[in-house]
C-alpha cells in the first residue's frame, strides 16, 4: 500500500482526514499552514537553529543529532497524543518539503496501526498549489461588491447577508484588519502574507460558483496583506456593484462604534494618522489629532471622512467601478440589526 499522497490528491479532500500533522517548528507553522493543521513539531526553533548551524560545518554530526533529538520528541508525540487515539485514526502528515522530519512521525504512526499518510513535497507543494489556485477560483464566480463610503456598514451589511443564508467573502475578516490607516484591531494581529492567501483559499474552495458571492470592495491591499490580482481583476472587471447610501450623522455613528478602542488611550490613533502626512499635510492631520486629544470623536470622524476618506474612495470607486452609476443602489438608515436584515433580503431577492 502507498503511504504517501500529493498535493494535488489530498488537498481537494483535506476534510477526509480525521488531524492534519504539521511537524515543523512553531515559527514556520505561525507563518503558514494547511487549513486546520495541528502543530506537531519534531523539532523546535531553537533546536532547528543549532543543527542548521553544525550542518554549515559538519554534515554528519548535524544529521545525528537531528535524529536523536527528532526520535526524542516523536516519542514524547507519541506519549503525549496518541494515547486515546482508535486505530482507524487517519492523520496527514507534512513537513517543509516532505522529508524527514514528517517521514519520522509519519513512519512511527504507521508502525501503531495508526493509517498516516505523508504529504509528498511538504508545505512547498501545498504552497505551489495555492498560489496557482488563487489566479484560478476567482474567475468564474459570481461577485456582487458592496460600495459605499466609509462608515456606510459595508461590513455589518456583509454579516447580515451571511446571517440570510447569502454566500460572503469577507476578506477583512480574513486579513485581520478593517483596511484603512486605522485599520488595525486591537485584539488580534494581522496573519503573514502566506497566511492570508491559505485562509482565502480556503474560503473560494468552499464557494459555490451557481450562487452569487458577497463581498466588499476593497483597495490592493489590506493592511499589510495584498490581494491576489486575478481576484480584483475578477470583482472589477466581471462583478456587479452595489452602492450603498448612509447619512453622514449615521456613518459617525458606525464608526464611533467600530473606534472605540482609541478612546482610552488617543495616541495610537494620532500615530497612526501620522501616515496621512504626505497626502493630507502636516497641519490638517495636527487638527484632527487635536480633537481625539481632546475626546471630541465625533468631531474628528466626520472631518476624515469629509477631508479624506471620502473623495479619495470616490474616486477610486470611479476608476474600478465605471458602470456604478447604473448599479444597485441600496439605502441604509444606520447600523440596526433590523434594518440590515431588511437590506440583505433586499439584495438576495434582488439576485
Not at 26 to 52: K, M, T, Y
Not at 55 to 60: C, F, V
Not at 74 to 79: E, P
Request: aromatic letters at 8%.
Amino acid at each position: 500500500m502507498n503511504y504517501t499522497i500529493t498535493a494535488t490528491e489530498a488537498l481537494p479532500q483535506l476534510e477526509g482526514f480525521d488531524a492534519i500533522l504539521d511537524v515543523r517548528s512553531p515559527s514556520e507553522f505561525a507563518e503558514d499552514h494547511l487549513p486546520g493543521a495541528q502543530n506537531w513539531p519534531v523539532l523546535s526553533d531553537e533546536e532547528r537553529h543549532i543543527v542548521g548551524t553544525l550542518y554549515k560545518q559538519d554534515p554528519l554530526q548535524a544529521r545525528r543529532l537531528g535524529a536523536a533529538l527528532v526520535a526524542r520528541n516523536v516519542a514524547r508525540l507519541l506519549d503525549e497524543r496518541t494515547a486515546d487515539l482508535p486505530k482507524q485514526w487517519r492523520p496527514l502528515v507534512y513537513c517543509w518539503r516532505g522529508g524527514q522530519r514528517s517521514l519520522s512521525l509519519h513512519w512511527f504512526l504507521g508502525q501503531i496501526g495508526f493509517r498516516s499518510r505523508q504529504l509528498v513535497g511538504g508545505y512547498k507543494a501545498y504552497r505551489e498549489l495555492v498560489r496557482a489556485e488563487l489566479e484560478q477560483r476567482p474567475q468564474p464566480l459570481q461577485w456582487r461588491v458592496l460600495c459605499g463610503l466609509t462608515g456606510s456598514g459595508k461590513t455589518r451589511l456583509l454579516q447580515a447577508l451571511a446571517a440570510q443564508g447569502a454566500q460572503v467573502l469577507d476578506l477583512e475578516a480574513l486579513a485581520a484588519h478593517r483596511g484603512s490607516v486605522l485599520g488595525r484591531l486591537p485584539d488580534e494581529a494581522q496573519p503573514s502574507q502566506k497566511l492570508f492567501d491559505s485562509r482565502l483559499w480556503a474560503a473560494l474552495r468552499g464557494l459555490d460558483a451557481t450562487r452569487p458571492v458577497y463581498v466588499e470592495s476593497e483597495s490592493r491591499k489590506i493592511g499589510r496583506v495584498a490581494l491576489p490580482p486575478a481576484l480584483l481583476q475578477a470583482m472589477r472587471g466581471q462583478g456587479r456593484a452595489v452602492w450603498l447610501d448612509m447619512d453622514v450623522p449615521a456613518r459617525v455613528q458606525l464608526l464611533l462604534q467600530d473606534y472605540a478602542h482609541f478612546f482610552a488611550d488617543p495616541q495610537p490613533f494620532c500615530d497612526a494618522l501620522d501616515g496621512l502626512v504626505e497626502l493630507r499635510g502636516r497641519q490638517r492631520v495636527l487638527g484632527w489629532q487635536q480633537l481625539a486629544r481632546e475626546g471630541r470623536w465625533a468631531e474628528v470622524f466626520e472631518a476624515l471622512m469629509r477631508e479624506h476618506y471620502d473623495p479619495g474612495y470616490a474616486a477610486s470607486l470611479q476608476r474600478h467601478f465605471p458602470a456604478l452609476a447604473q448599479g444597485w443602489r441600496q439605502t441604509l438608515v444606520d447600523g440596526e440589526p433590523e434594518h440590515l436584515a431588511e437590506a440583505a433580503r433586499a439584495l438576495i431577492a434582488a439576485g
